[in-house]
């Protein structure tokens, strides 16, 4: 007499999500977890940030031998498909660094799954399965990583920032049926490997992701569809919900809009971009892509970034990107340029460097050398008038301007006096500007770089 054993594999997906954002629980309320010897979280200030920029990331340090663990109830992984998704940022990659693991028996194989950083490349094993990541990772930067199993293809294919980074065919499946789940630390035979550095926003679900989702997961920030009846909602992968103010829905080009009234108290807000900025100093690619059916034409600002580590101050000013583009020089029409080279000669003509703004500081100062030393470079012979302002909302001072002309410089008090006898310096775009910095009831720096030729 024999006997054969079969296994069935269920068809419900079951998913588990933990964002960390100063919590042990699962998103969906299942697969809560505890701290392993005193683990942590990124604190909300901090300089590198989690990835997703509400919340705060899983911190952990190797030496201390700490981690995330589940324990209950039981996530089975075996004979089915299942993809695992997170955010990592390493500070130690030398040797193997346990990111997710669930184990039956250590030495037994297809029994033990580990999910790791194995000489600075991504590792993956359900014990004496393996793949291997080709790409070398780096010290102190974001990555996305993913791991998928298909079951019907018997593939196990690893992901780095969105993009396939190794494959292998033919990989039977994990089998491992009981274990608790293991992130930060991983069971390597009779080791067990510690992460360094922080994790974030870990997702499991039982389905094999397609390549396409992966993507999206690694490559977008938010999409915002303004669609009834949650219309700033964040449709993405990282739930940057926005706020609005004083704006109205409306049909748009896509079912619903946003109307913005193209006053101080309408808009629309988001906070936790910082891959954004990250990328634009560090000469990463992005995009942004939107429908607009502008009811005015004449100077309108539609995105502002401002890089900040909080969404209620930003006392200090990272990095300054410019809410204009430079579409006239010395008379010469740039419409036709490429953005890139707009981008250029708005550089070569003024720079904001990363730091504090100081200009509140030196406000009885009357030296343009000083001013030309902060930004690093003289200012051009051929850019006649810039205009400086710095504001501290709730502030009780006045609003201070910095005026350069030919060379020569004064203080000035922002003033209807001063726009009625300088409106040819001034257009009316600059002045509403002004004037709804001075309404806004968030404390934050701003600064405008205003350029003329006149």
Same mark, same amino acid.
């Given at each position: 007499?024999?006997?054969?054993?079969?296994?069935?594999?269920?068809?419900?997906?079951?998913?588990?999500?933990?964002?960390?954002?100063?919590?042990?629980?699962?998103?969906?309320?299942?697969?809560?977890?505890?701290?392993?010897?005193?683990?942590?979280?990124?604190?909300?200030? !901090?300089?590198? /940030? +989690? %990835?997703? *920029?509400?919340?705060?990331?899983?911190?952990?340090? =190797?030496?201390?031998?700490? $981690?995330?663990?589940?324990?209950?109830?039981?996530?089975?992984?075996?004979?089915?498909?299942?993809?695992?998704?997170?955010?990592?940022?390493?500070?130690?990659?030398?040797?193997?660094?346990?990111?997710?693991?669930?184990?039956?028996?250590?030495?037994?194989?297809?029994?033990?799954?580990?999910?790791?950083?194995?000489?600075?490349?991504?590792?993956?094993?359900?014990?004496?399965?393996?793949?291997?990541?080709?790409?070398?990772?780096?010290?102190?930067?974001?990555?996305?990583?993913?791991?998928?199993?298909?079951?019907?293809?018997?593939?196990?294919?690893?992901?780095?920032?969105?993009?396939?980074?190794?494959?292998? !065919?033919?990989? /039977? +499946? %994990?089998? *491992?049926?009981?274990?608790?789940?293991?992130?930060? =630390?991983?069971?390597?035979? $009779?080791?067990?490997?510690?992460?360094?550095?922080?994790?974030?926003?870990?997702?499991?679900?039982?389905?094999?992701?397609?390549?396409?989702?992966?993507?999206?997961?690694?490559?977008?920030?938010?999409?915002?569809?303004?669609?009834?009846?949650?219309?700033?909602?964040?449709?993405?992968?990282?739930?940057?919900?926005?706020?609005?103010?004083?704006?109205?829905?409306?049909?748009?080009?896509?079912?619903?809009?946003?109307?913005?009234?193209?006053?101080?108290?309408?808009?629309?807000?988001?906070?936790?971009?910082?891959?954004?900025?990250?990328?634009?100093?560090?000469?990463?690619?992005?995009?942004?892509?939107?429908?607009?059916?502008p009811l005015s034409i004449s100077n309108v600002?539609?995105?502002?970034?401002?890089? =900040?580590?909080s969404s209620s101050s930003c006392e200090t000013?990272?990095?300054?990107?410019?809410?204009?583009?430079?579409?006239?020089?010395?008379?010469?029409?740039?419409?036709?340029?490429?953005?890139?080279?707009?981008?250029?000669l708005l550089h070569e003509s003024i720079r904001?460097?990363?730091?504090?703004?100081?200009?509140?500081?030196?406000?009885?100062?009357?030296?343009?050398?000083?001013?030309?030393?902060?930004?690093?470079?003289?200012?051009?012979?051929?850019?006649?008038?810039?205009?400086?302002?710095?504001?501290?909302?709730?502030?009780?001072?006045?609003?201070?301007?910095?005026?350069?002309?030919?060379?020569?410089?004064?203080?000035?008090?922002?003033?209807?006096?001063?726009?009625?006898?300088?409106?040819?310096?001034?257009?009316?775009?600059?002045?509403?500007?002004?004037?709804?910095?001075?309404?806004?009831?968030?404390?934050?720096?701003?600064?405008?770089?205003?350029?003329?030729?006149?």
């Open positions: 007499t024999s006997t054969t054993a079969t296994t069935t594999v269920s068809s419900r997906n079951v998913s588990a999500y933990w964002t960390f954002d100063g919590t042990i629980a699962d998103f969906y309320g299942v697969y809560g977890g505890q701290l392993i010897n005193s683990a942590g979280y990124t604190s909300s200030g !901090s300089t590198t /940030q +989690p %990835y997703v *920029g509400h919340g705060r990331a899983l911190s952990l340090t =190797s030496s201390s031998t700490q $981690s995330f663990l589940v324990s209950t109830p039981f996530f089975d992984l075996s004979y089915t498909s299942f993809t695992i998704e997170a955010w990592i940022y390493s500070t130690l990659l030398t040797g193997d660094h346990g990111i997710f693991g669930q184990c039956q028996c250590a030495t037994c194989e297809n029994q033990c799954f580990y999910l790791i950083i194995r000489n600075s490349r991504l590792y993956i094993d359900f014990t004496s399965n393996y793949l291997s990541g080709s790409t070398t990772l780096s010290n102190g930067t974001w990555y996305h990583i993913a791991f998928v199993y298909n079951y019907e293809t018997r593939q196990q294919i690893l992901y780095l920032n969105g993009i396939q980074d190794a494959v292998k !065919s033919s990989a /039977q +499946p %994990y089998q *491992g049926q009981n274990g608790s789940i293991h992130i930060g =630390s991983t069971q390597v035979y $009779s080791t067990t490997n510690y992460y360094n550095g922080f994790i974030d926003n870990v997702l499991v679900t039982t389905r094999a992701k397609s390549s396409t989702e992966i993507l999206r997961d690694a490559s977008l920030m938010a999409y915002y569809s303004f669609d009834l009846p949650n219309p700033t909602v964040d449709s993405g992968p990282n739930g940057l919900d926005g706020t609005s103010n004083n704006t109205v829905t409306v049909t748009g080009y896509i079912n619903q809009a946003m109307r913005i009234l193209g006053t101080s108290t309408s808009y629309f807000r988001a906070y936790g971009f910082y891959q954004i900025p990250y990328g634009i100093t560090t000469n990463k690619p992005f995009s942004m892509a939107l429908w607009i059916n600002a539609i995105i502002q970034m401002i890089w =900040s580590t000013l990272l990095v300054c990107i410019f809410a204009f583009d430079l579409l006239y020089l010395n008379g010469e029409s740039l419409v036709e340029k490429p953005f890139r080279e707009r981008r250029r904001c460097i990363p730091g504090e703004l100081v200009f509140a500081e030196s406000r009885t100062t009357s030296n343009i050398d000083e001013i030309n030393m902060y930004l690093e470079q003289s200012v051009k012979d051929d850019c006649k008038v810039i205009f400086f302002a710095c504001f501290i909302r709730n502030s009780n001072d006045d609003k201070m301007i910095k005026h350069i002309d030919n060379n020569k410089h004064s203080n000035l008090i922002l003033n209807d006096k001063f726009f009625h006898l300088n409106r040819d310096r001034f257009n009316q775009l600059n002045k509403v500007q002004l004037k709804e910095a001075r309404q806004q009831s968030l404390k934050e720096i701003k600064m405008w770089s205003i350029i003329y030729d006149v």
